[in-house]
């Protein structure tokens, strides 16, 4: 609620920015390298090291989501990360959970999906699958692992 037109002021300053969409642009950029590598892996452990492809699946999201962190962590939200170790290896088990929530929700179970019931090729369904879990990922750790500290004094979210 917004007590005054000074406190709108604060108000836009706050949370009616740009922050949103520019920090979830930044999101994609560094998930497209995690993409990358997940795609990467998950071909390697599959038709290189011959792994069952769920289970390729599972370690390459693992791979990817520790690779993400560490970027996400340094450039998309640097502004809200607290100091310390303590913090950080907080900041790293909550980015895993909420990732690996939304790449099991979204990712596995459609690739499973898409891959078991439908046949696609087990690639392209991995690709769907991501796409499935890049909104709710952003959201949880946006809202949960890098929330914002308390809006301005006269300012209620």
């Keep these: 609620m917004i007590r005054n037109s000074s406190t709108l002021i604060e108000k836009i300053k706050y949370g009616a920015s740009l922050e949103t969409p520019r920090r979830f642009l930044k999101f994609c950029l560094v998930g497209g390298g995690g993409v990358i590598l997940n795609m990467g892996m ?3 452990f599959t038709d290189v090291f011959g792994l069952f492809y769920l289970l390729s699946s599972i ?4 791979i990817a989501i520790l690779n993400n962190f560490f ?8 502004d809200r990360r607290r ?3 303590l913090q950080f290896f907080r900041r790293l088990i ?4 909420s990732a ?3 790449s099991f929700v979204g990712n596995i179970a459609t690739l499973w999906i898409l891959t078991s019931i439908f046949g696609w090729y087990y690639m392209y369904a991995n690709v769907v699958g991501i796409v499935a879990g890049v909104v709710l990922n952003f959201t949880l750790n946006d809202r949960w692992t890098y929330r914002k500290g308390k809006p301005p004094k006269g300012i209620e979210e």
């Design 94 to 97: 909550k980015y895993n959970i």
């Design 42 to 44: 998950l071909y390697l």
């Design 71 to 78: 970027w996400n962590d340094i450039w998309t939200w640097r």
């Design 59 to 62: 370690i390459a999201i693992e």
């Design 100 to 102: 690996n929530l939304s």
């Design 83 to 85: 100091k310390g170790a």
